[in-house]
């Protein structure tokens, strides 16, 4: 099982929006996935066609992750797949849940997530994390069950200093004992065609991070917000535009479940950041 958070440290660069476009691909690609909403917002839990008020949330997993009767109750499928638990699941988001987004929390705290998705372990191939958008407890905790971390960022100048101080964030939490975490990269969201702005930004941030920008870099496209408007997976979602945007997150996807193949390995060459480099193929 892949645990995989999708982070930022900035609002508004379309985190939720990288979150359902890698569960649209891996429903697409039939991935027994799970989706954790995280943010206390529980946008994907509202894209993913979930109700945003069900009996059983993420808070109350955090308030007793060991119990697998919460935990079995907070499971339940997406709305993209109407009844059939286990194809694309779903542990919704809760506003509950900013109670555990305390800027320090102890280590116990930190790993009950970890806790909890350890019992379902057998059950799922893919877990897509959606993380809030700032560095407190909910986003560690996430982190500390996560084997990767992708941070979504924009070609802007304060979204690149954002994914500079998520990468330094991920490394630190390493040290201190998630040994298993390691980014998956950087995914650059919202880029515009012809812009000079954009252009130089990403430059820049291939500059900064190497071959942690991962590619390809995701279109700014109506259609994705039509397709979550909808609380449709933009697989789904008819025309041409939708079918290259379903195609750079199966990239992306794709990307990611390689990475399983390399996780745990040790002594890789340190990015310009500090953070390890992911192996390229």
Same mark, same amino acid.
């Given at each position: 099982?892949?645990?995989?958070?999708?982070?930022?440290?900035?609002?508004?660069?379309?985190?939720?929006?990288?979150?359902?476009?890698?569960?649209?691909?891996?429903?697409?690609?039939?991935?027994?996935?799970?989706?954790?909403?995280?943010?206390?917002?529980?946008?994907?839990?509202?894209?993913?066609? !979930?109700?945003?008020? %069900?009996?059983?949330?993420?808070?109350? $997993?955090? =308030? @007793?992750?060991?119990?697998?009767?919460?935990?079995? /109750?907070?499971?339940?499928?997406?709305?993209?797949?109407?009844?059939?638990?286990?194809?694309?699941?779903?542990?919704?988001?809760?506003?509950?849940?900013?109670?555990?987004?305390?800027?320090?929390?102890?280590?116990?705290?930190?790993?009950?997530?970890?806790?909890?998705?350890?019992?379902?372990?057998?059950?799922?191939?893919?877990?897509?994390?959606?993380?809030?958008?700032?560095?407190?407890?909910?986003?560690?905790?996430?982190?500390?069950?996560?084997?990767? !971390?992708?941070?979504? %960022?924009?070609?802007?100048?304060?979204? $690149?200093? =954002? @994914?500079?101080?998520?990468?330094?964030?991920?490394? /630190?939490?390493?040290?201190?004992?998630?040994?298993?975490?390691?980014?998956?990269?950087?995914?650059?969201?919202?880029?515009?065609?012809?812009?000079?702005?954009?252009?130089?930004?990403?430059?820049?941030?291939?500059?900064?991070?190497?071959?942690?920008?991962?590619?390809?870099?995701?279109?700014?496209?109506?259609?994705?917000?039509?397709?979550?408007?909808?609380?449709?997976?933009?697989?789904?979602?008819?025309?041409?535009?939708?079918?290259?945007?379903?195609?750079?997150?199966?990239?992306?996807?794709?990307?990611?479940?390689?990475?399983?193949?390399?996780?745990?390995?040790?002594?890789?060459?340190?990015?310009?950041?500090?953070?390890?480099?992911?192996?390229?193929?």
């Amino acid at each position: 099982m892949l645990v995989l958070s999708i982070s930022s440290l900035k609002g508004g660069v379309g985190k939720t929006s990288v979150t359902l476009g890698l569960a649209s691909a891996a429903y697409n690609r039939g991935i027994p996935t799970l989706v954790v909403d995280m943010d206390p917002q529980a946008d994907s839990s509202t894209g993913l066609d !979930v109700p945003t008020s %069900t009996r059983v949330d993420i808070a109350d $997993v955090l =308030a @007793a992750p060991k119990s697998q009767k919460i935990l079995s /109750e907070a499971i339940i499928p997406s709305g993209w797949v109407g009844d059939r638990l286990g194809h694309l699941d779903v542990i919704s988001g809760s506003p509950r849940a900013a109670e555990f987004d305390r800027p320090s929390l102890s280590e116990r705290y930190l790993r009950r997530l970890e806790d909890a998705l350890t019992r379902i372990a057998k059950g799922y191939r893919l877990v897509l994390i959606d993380c809030p958008p700032s560095l407190n407890g909910l986003t560690r905790t996430a982190w500390t069950a996560s084997n990767r !971390v992708a941070v979504v %960022t924009e070609p802007s100048l304060f979204s $690149v200093a =954002a @994914a500079d101080r998520a990468l330094r964030a991920t490394d /630190e939490l390493r040290q201190r004992g998630a040994s298993d975490l390691q980014p998956l990269g950087l995914v650059v969201n919202r880029v515009r065609a012809g812009s000079t702005e954009h252009d130089y930004r990403i430059q820049e941030m291939r500059e900064m991070f190497g071959p942690l920008v991962l590619n390809p870099p995701l279109a700014e496209r109506a259609v994705m917000q039509q397709a979550q408007g909808s609380a449709r997976p933009i697989h789904s979602w008819p025309g041409k535009p939708a079918e290259e945007v379903a195609g750079s997150f199966d990239a992306l996807l794709e990307r990611a479940l390689r990475s399983e193949n390399i996780r745990g390995r040790r002594g890789a060459a340190p990015a310009k950041n500090g953070a390890q480099q992911p192996e390229q193929k």
